[in-house]
């Protein structure tokens, strides 16, 4: 079994060729994870082979334009906020293309069910479905789920519940088939409720609705770390990682009980941050190799 990688978490501010070219010799690494930003995507970085696969990422993106623009959202019952999301949605149909174009393999797109507050489910399958509409040929659409509004407290995304997201996609099966699934994000799960279970919970109910499309590693802390404050969606590092916090909630015991409950999915992969500076390109690519095995320990073959 091979990895997704979102690489770009953890390279440096310099020599980001000699970086992705020494990841290219970690065999574990078959893609990368692509941020698209607010306006536009990033180039295929150089250093990374030719024969790795893509996977374009909304999140990045997603949220710098909600900070401008708090109605903006595939989910939004705003008609401006969700044109305003379907036409950043076009570019990053267009980024595909592109990529495409270039010869590169573009697995998936990972989309989000913003905005908080204000996200509607009927709104979000709407905009899926013209979405579906749009020609991606063997690139999947997947929604990857974010923590939800919770009682008593401000969510670090507050996007739709998941449930709400497992039956949009189930509607959603006929006109889709396979092209449409759910992407699970450890962290994000755990940062939703401050509970461990909810990642296997969440990769348990999206496997019996059929919808389970991928399981992302990134690790998240009760307590304020290097990375920022409590429970902040900084893809913190399992504690074996080296340089890891102590207080990380992510460790090999997780990776284990979660990728038993999802099985054999499409996508496995990580996504852990690194410092920009202080690190050699060594070193980098040596804890994302940690974070390999970790992953892969007891992955179906």
Not at 173 to 180: K, L, T
Request: glycine share 12%.
């Amino acid at each position: 079994m091979s990895l997704i990688v979102g690489a770009y978490a953890a390279h440096p501010d310099e020599l980001r060729q000699q970086f992705y070219q020494a990841l290219a010799g970690v065999p574990s690494v078959r893609g990368l994870e692509l941020p698209y930003g607010p306006y536009g995507g990033v180039c295929w970085p150089a250093g990374a082979p030719g024969n790795w696969s893509a996977v374009v990422t909304a999140i990045p993106g997603t949220m710098q334009r909600l900070k401008a623009s708090p109605t903006f959202g595939l989910a939004s019952g705003d008609a401006a906020g969700r044109t305003e999301a379907l036409h950043f949605v076009a570019g990053i149909h267009a980024l595909v293309l592109q990529l495409k174009n270039e010869g590169r393999e573009v697995e998936a797109v990972e989309l989000h069910s913003a905005p908080y507050p204000g996200a509607d489910p009927s709104r979000f399958a709407e905009s899926l479905k013209q979405v579906l509409e749009w020609e991606w040929g063997a690139t999947r659409l997947l929604v990857e789920h974010c923590d939800a509004p919770r009682p008593g407290g401000t969510p670090e995304k507050g996007f739709l519940p998941f449930g709400e997201e497992v039956d949009v996609l189930r509607s959603l099966r006929e006109q889709a088939g396979g092209r449409v699934g759910l992407v699970i994000n450890w962290a994000r799960s755990v940062i939703e409720t401050r509970d461990r279970d909810t990642a296997v919970e969440h990769i348990a109910h999206a496997r019996e609705a059929g919808v389970l499309a991928g399981l992302i590693f990134s690790g998240c802390s009760p307590e304020e770390t290097e990375f920022g404050y409590p429970w902040i969606d900084a893809h913190l590092p399992p504690v074996e990682v080296e340089g890891a916090p102590s207080s990380s909630l992510l460790n090999r015991a997780e990776i284990s009980r979660c990728n038993k409950a999802a099985g054999n999915v499409p996508m496995h992969g990580f996504k852990i941050g690194l410092p920009r500076q202080g690190l050699s390109v060594e070193e980098r690519v040596e804890r994302l190799r940690q974070m390999c095995a970790l992953v892969e320990g007891d992955l179906p073959g």
